[in-house]
């Protein structure tokens, strides 16, 4: 009998699919583009390159670079970061699967393309899944008693040969098979919220825009002073565009995740992030009111941008510990 021992085994990741070169080349150039235009004409537009630079650089060293298998673990690794160890003895089962894409999938937290696909997708026929992929065709989902992951190895079929012979704690190695029990779909009910702050915005512009005069403040500085000035049409265009826009977002959002993610809370969830979005817009239509009209604020746009900001902050947090918790369990 020929025994065949695997002491250590490194598999870089797979070049970056065509969508992902596209998305990331597109994403980058207009970056870059939109921080030199911010630095050229604005006069602190230095932050918004820094901001812009951070997210080209970070969203690059978040991304997977390499899988290695040795006689004990399986390590995903990222060009910086922390590392995903996984014993081998924990693994119970692997699927290959030819294209990511063709999966009932939602990206629920995670990257999307740039540099990578990387993070937590929800899909119905595996459940919730941490990515590193870097390609969405001859992905391998690796199963654990706590997290499902998914990586994308340059050299599939000797990757497929080396995990098929892990050794589990339970024996060989088994193929994971599709979840068949029915997703149990979020309520729609919440998005009622969305709907009424949409209509409640509406009105408010509608039932004061003759009260506004013809030429109008349309947006502040830093400090709260008009610094941009347009006719009376421009504040309809900013009350119902940004919300009606974000309003569809809301459905949009809540019943592409639905009909991927077995966790009922995430599409709610995801819901009450953009309607605190929505809320925001909300604040500055009345702003915006209440300034043209009054020639003061009524909340001073530094106490309300803080505000947001830290609900958007705290949103995001107990979004993602609910969501790693439940990928978790």
């Excluded at 969830?269 to 009209?293: D, G, H, P, R, S």
């Excluded at 830290?310 to 979004?319: C, K």
């Amino acid at each position: 009998m020929i025994v065949t021992v695997y002491l250590f085994m490194e598999f870089r990741s797979a070049k970056l699919d065509r969508g992902a070169r596209v998305l990331t080349c597109v994403v980058t150039a207009l970056l870059v583009g939109l921080a030199t235009l911010f630095m050229l004409v604005v006069p602190i537009g230095w932050i918004f390159a820094l901001i812009a630079t951070l997210i080209i650089v970070i969203t690059y060293l978040w991304s997977p670079k390499r899988i290695i298998i040795s006689d004990t673990f399986l390590i995903i690794e990222k060009h910086i970061g922390k590392k995903t160890v996984i014993p081998l003895g924990d693994i119970q089962a692997y699927a290959q699967i030819p294209d990511f894409a063709k999966l009932t999938v939602a990206r629920t937290f995670g990257n999307g393309g740039l540099f990578g696909y990387y993070g937590i997708f929800s899909t119905a026929e595996y459940g919730d899944i941490y990515c590193a992929l870097t390609r969405l065709k001859n992905i391998f989902l690796i199963k654990t008693a706590s997290r499902t992951y998914a990586v994308s190895p340059d050299n599939h079929d000797v990757f497929k040969e080396r995990i098929a012979n892990v050794p589990s704690a339970s024996g060989q190695i088994m193929q994971l098979e599709p979840i068949t029990e029915p997703i149990t779909y979020a309520n729609p009910m919440i998005l009622i919220i969305p709907t009424v702050l949409f209509l409640l915005i509406a009105l408010f512009v509608v039932l004061n825009y003759a009260q506004m005069p013809d030429r109008i403040a349309v947006h502040f500085d830093i400090h709260g002073n008009p610094d941009g000035w347009g006719p009376k049409s421009s504040y309809l265009i900013s009350g119902l565009v940004p919300s009606a826009i974000l309003l569809i977002i809301s459905f949009l959002v809540f019943f592409v995740v639905r009909r991927a993610s077995r966790n009922q809370a995430i599409p709610p969830m995801l819901v009450t992030i953009v309607a605190c979005i929505q809320l925001f817009i909300a604040y500055t239509t009345v702003e915006t009111y209440w300034m043209n009209k009054y020639g003061t604020h009524l909340i001073p746009l530094a106490y309300g941008i803080t505000a947001f900001v830290v609900i958007m902050v705290f949103l995001y947090i107990f979004y993602y510990r609910k969501l790693i918790k439940k990928t978790r369990s």
